[in-house]
Every structure is written in structure tokens, then in C-alpha cells.
């Protein structure tokens, strides 16, 4: 996939604005062909060089970016040409939702395996063990504990879940 097509997925958008947040995202939108310095990113988008170097960074601890080093024989400095990597975004993308199944499922389970109270004023939530060592009551305002029925939340995971097998091709 072309990298203005991946650009132009809603999906891909939200998942680069996640990544490197609002200050990084001129930095994700705006790669160049070839190799290029953070200094001259800076330059050409007008951004503080630190929110560039931010950016880079974190777009290089996911496998988006990588670079390479020259030492200036003069000054000894180290410069940076950096490149990135998009090729990579749908195999992170599909990660991070095998991640989400992961977790959603984990959840579920002690959504499921659990008994829960809540306090009416507080909206504070306890487990069964946690309500009886309270005598369930609150033990912020001292209200009486409501016993909590979570099976909505329950079947909302399920929907979830389903719908994320379906997407990755997970059979039950």
C-alpha cells in the first residue's frame, strides 16, 4: 500500500495520532522520500525541534523509523538521517488488536468470575471481598453498598470480542 493511501485511512490516522499525539503528527504526515535530519524536519514544518526529535523517537521504538548516524570529521558531532518505515503499520495495527482481544478477554473474565457493589453517591465500585470488609457501606460517605449488576458491561465485551475475532480471523 502506497504511503498516501495508508495516510489517508482513518485508521492509520487515528493510530499515528496515538502514537506521537498532536505535536508529533505533522512529523508522521510528512515523511520524506529518502533520509532526512531532525533539524531540516523542523525547518520544513516549523516545529519546535524537540517535539520533532519526540516524534522520531517514538515512531522508531515501534518499528515505523529508523536511522543512521554520520560523525562530522570536523566537529565530532553526530547527525541523524532518519527514514521511515510504514510498510510495518498493518502488521502493528493487527498486534495491537490480537493486544486488545487479549486484554478484552482477560477482562471479561473477571468482569464474569466477580461480584460487585457499588456506592449510590460516590459511584464508587468494590468487589464482594472489599463490600463485606466494609460492612457494605462506603467507606468515603458511609452510604449503603449496592449490590451491582454488570452483566450489560458483560455482554458488551462479548459483543467486542466478537467482533475483533471476526476481524482477525480467530476461531473461538
Given at each position: 500500500m502506497a504511503f498516501e493511501e495508508l495516510l489517508n485511512d482513518p485508521v492509520i490516522q487515528k493510530y499515528l495520532h496515538e502514537l506521537v499525539g498532536p505535536t508529533g503528527m505533522p512529523v508522521a504526515a510528512a515523511p520524506p522520500d529518502g533520509e532526512v535530519t531532525d533539524e531540516e524536519l523542523?525547518?520544513?514544518?516549523?516545529?519546535?525541534?524537540?517535539?520533532?526529535?519526540?516524534?522520531?523517537?517514538?515512531?522508531?521504538?515501534?518499528?515505523?523509523?529508523?536511522?543512521?548516524?554520520?560523525?562530522?570529521?570536523d566537529s565530532g558531532w553526530l547527525t541523524y538521517l532518519w527514514t521511515f518505515e510504514y510498510d510495518h503499520i498493518p502488521?502493528?495495527?493487527?498486534?495491537?488488536?490480537?493486544d486488545l482481544l487479549d486484554a478484552l478477554e482477560e477482562r471479561?473474565?473477571?468482569?464474569?468470575?466477580?461480584?460487585?457493589?457499588?456506592?449510590?453517591?460516590?459511584s464508587l465500585r468494590f468487589e464482594f471481598?472489599?463490600?463485606?470488609?466494609?460492612?457494605?457501606?462506603?467507606?468515603?460517605?458511609?452510604?449503603d453498598l449496592d449490590s451491582m449488576n454488570n452483566d450489560r458491561l458483560v455482554?458488551?465485551?462479548?459483543?467486542?470480542?466478537?467482533?475483533?475475532?471476526?476481524?482477525?480471523?480467530?476461531?473461538v
Open positions: 523542523a525547518e520544513e514544518l516549523d516545529l519546535e525541534l524537540n517535539d520533532v526529535r519526540r516524534a522520531l523517537f517514538i515512531l522508531y521504538e515501534n518499528d515505523l523509523a529508523s536511522y543512521r548516524r554520520l560523525r562530522d570529521e502488521e502493528k495495527l493487527e498486534e495491537e488488536m490480537y471479561r473474565e473477571y468482569e464474569a468470575d466477580n461480584e460487585f457493589y457499588l456506592c449510590p453517591e460516590e471481598g472489599e463490600a463485606m470488609e466494609f460492612n457494605f457501606q462506603c467507606p468515603s460517605c458511609g452510604a455482554e458488551a465485551m462479548n459483543d467486542r470480542i466478537a467482533g475483533l475475532r471476526d476481524e482477525l480471523n480467530v476461531d
